[in-house]
């Protein structure tokens, strides 16, 4: 079984710091996503990944930024946290048109 | 774009009632349907998956079939249980990477 790893079950971070979510999957998947998930709003795309060293925007890149030096690993950065990225994050990543594989997800608060 | 629209609010039922919850999409080519499900403080986990028109996926009791003439994948199962309280959320994936995520409905089970 694919393992999708988030480095993070919680965190939390003060306004203005700069934050890295890490995951990490075992496989050799091409594509990679970072979601954010919200009561009401469902999950959200911020950015994804076909491989190394590309990005993607999805339909929420607004504040964040991306890392993708070796193909397991996609960073997510949030260049200097705000309240209003408190949210659970969650990577994703697929081999092919197939359907994910999700991390566990990091519930990350900015005070 | 492609979208997927899940019925309004949470669905509470009594142990071993009838579970349905509607997903109707909207996609310009032929895209593959999925349900994921989401228990407490968890990531998504893929429940089943449907590739073309007719295909019934399954797993777990649960069932959804493609229906083109409706473009719809509505989730069933016959008899729930309380460990089947949940998040359920539907999605497509085009020809593309990317899956549209519905906005999901909690599913509660009292015994």
């Known amino acids: 079984d694919v393992k999708v790893t988030q480095s993070s079950r919680y965190l939390v971070k003060r306004t203005g710091e700069k934050v890295f979510l890490e995951c990490v999957q075992d496989m050799d998947h091409e594509n990679m996503f970072w979601y954010r998930q919200d009561p009401g709003l469902g999950l959200r795309l911020i950015y994804f990944s076909y491989d190394v060293k590309m990005k993607e925007k999805g339909d929420i890149p607004e504040g964040y930024s991306v890392s993708r030096e070796k193909k397991e690993r996609f960073s997510l950065i949030l260049e200097s946290a705000s309240t209003n990225q408190t949210s659970m994050y969650l990577c994703a990543t697929s081999p092919t048109n197939y359907g994910y594989t999700f991390g566990s997800g990091t519930r990350l608060t900015v005070v | 774009g492609d979208s997927v629209t899940q019925m309004e609010g949470p669905v509470t039922l009594s142990e071993e009632a009838f579970l349905t919850i509607n997903c109707t999409y909207t996609?310009?080519?032929?895209?593959?349907l999925f349900w994921y499900v989401q228990y407490p403080g968890e990531g998504l986990q893929l429940l089943l998956k449907a590739t073309k028109a007719d295909d019934k996926g399954s797993n777990k009791g649960f069932e959804a079939t493609y229906r083109k003439e409706t473009t719809s994948f509505h989730l069933e199962k016959g008899s729930v249980q309380v460990s089947d309280s949940a998040v359920y959320f539907c999605a497509l994936s085009d020809s593309g990477n990317r899956l549209a995520f519905g906005k999901g409905n909690q599913v509660v089970v009292i015994p």
């Open positions: 996609a310009t080519g032929y895209p593959s």
